[in-house]
């Protein structure tokens, strides 16, 4: 039976997870953020320092995990190993038919509408691009994982070289610190600054979702052991990086006050340094940004798809590696007619809006898991080992249970509705697993 063919390196990692990452978020949110503290300047940058360092956390802690055990799946591994094959599932579940496809589906849609930006659409064609769109990103994935990787390699190589381009011109050309130190730090602190602080991680965590991405291809990674902690840590602190940068930038550009006011911060600030042509160039660097996001999140959220029918907890098919490609290009081709679907019907938005914070119950799951790796396996080799153990893990998982607990209190009925979506898994597991132990008991000889 085909297997996985081990293809990707080091800078294919490191682009994996910085390409994971950067989508539309940095393009858009920052105006949010810095209305929701107030328009605080200090306050909303170190809202993105201390998102970043809680995702290098993560990485750093997901970086000894993925070295030690460099399995397909990677979180849905090192869950189903260290908490059982039910919540194990239940996370793969949730990444299949919400978190992943649901994403793919926003990404879509979202590539049509900036399309249009640049030339019109009817609604019509603005559905066929966003179908389109996730097709063509399926048909490279199936061709084959270098295909794929070698692509997610150039775009994010444009569009970090565009967020570069854009942040120097901005920084060169822009007088929005002119009179802005008013707006530096606010003159006192207060229980509305600290929510809006709260509120502004949940946004900011949003735009730097997808570092962990690399892990689900640990199978395809030449060398798991040396290169995963490396383009983990690298490509988050690159990450952290970039994102400093463009927030003072839009700074720059056109001041604190302008950016409060803008959902489309990254477009205003060139329209207003430049002309209002130049908005259209933030437009196509943001369809390369998009496209390149969708098409690592099909290449890496296919192996836990496939990982879980390996294990017999999932569609049987989906375990299946073609002959000639070497992918497995059953799983990539259901999963993206599943954000095909999501994407015609318009009930991603409602679905992510209700599901996404639980994923952030699974990354501490799966962050716990080094924890219980360590007690039970203390001889096993780790060619890595995170850097302030225990205090790392701890931290990150703490502040995933805060951003959960925070959504749990703001919205609670939403939050149950979510955990309903979620927990619909529960039968299925049951079939499949009821299915799998009658699969093993079956005497094989003649």
Known sequence: MPQLTRTLGFRDLTLITIG?????????????????????????????????????????????????????????????????????????????????SGTNATLAVAFSAYLGEIVPLTPVMAKLIAVAMLLVV?????????????????????????????????????????????????????????????????????AYEGWQFGTYSAAETLNPQRDFPRSLTIGTVALIGLYMLANVAYLAGIGPVAVARSDSVAAASMAAIFTPAAAKLVALAILISIFSATNVTVLTATRVYYAMASDGIFFKRLAEVHPRFGTPAFAIVTSSVWSIVLALSGTFEQLLTYVIFIAWIFYALAAASIFVYRRRQPNASRPYRVPGYPWTPLLFILAAAALVGNTIFAEPLNALVGLGIVLLGAPAYLIWQSRSKKTKTVDPSP
């Open 20 to 100: 994971s990452v950067i989508g539309s978020g940095i393009f858009l949110v920052p105006g949010p953020v810095i209305r929701q503290v107030g328009g605080a300047m200090g306050v909303a940058l170190l809202v993105w320092l201390v998102g970043g360092v809680l995702s290098l956390l993560g990485a750093l802690t997901y970086g000894e995990l993925s070295a030690m055990n460099p399995s397909a799946g990677g979180l849905y591994v090192y869950i189903r190993d260290c908490f059982g094959k039910f919540f194990a599932f239940m996370f793969g579940w949730t990444l299949f038919f919400v978190t992943s």
């Open 138 to 206: 399926m048909v490279v994935n199936v061709w084959g994982t270098r295909r794929s990787a070698d692509l997610t390699n150039w775009t994010t190589a444009v569009k970090v070289a565009a967020i570069l381009g854009m942040s120097i011109a901005l920084l060169w050309l822009g007088h929005g610190f002119a009179g802005s130190r008013v707006y530096l730090w606010p003159l006192h602190f207060s229980g509305a600054l600290a929510s809006g602080f709260g509120v502004a991680m949940v946004s900011v965590l949003w």
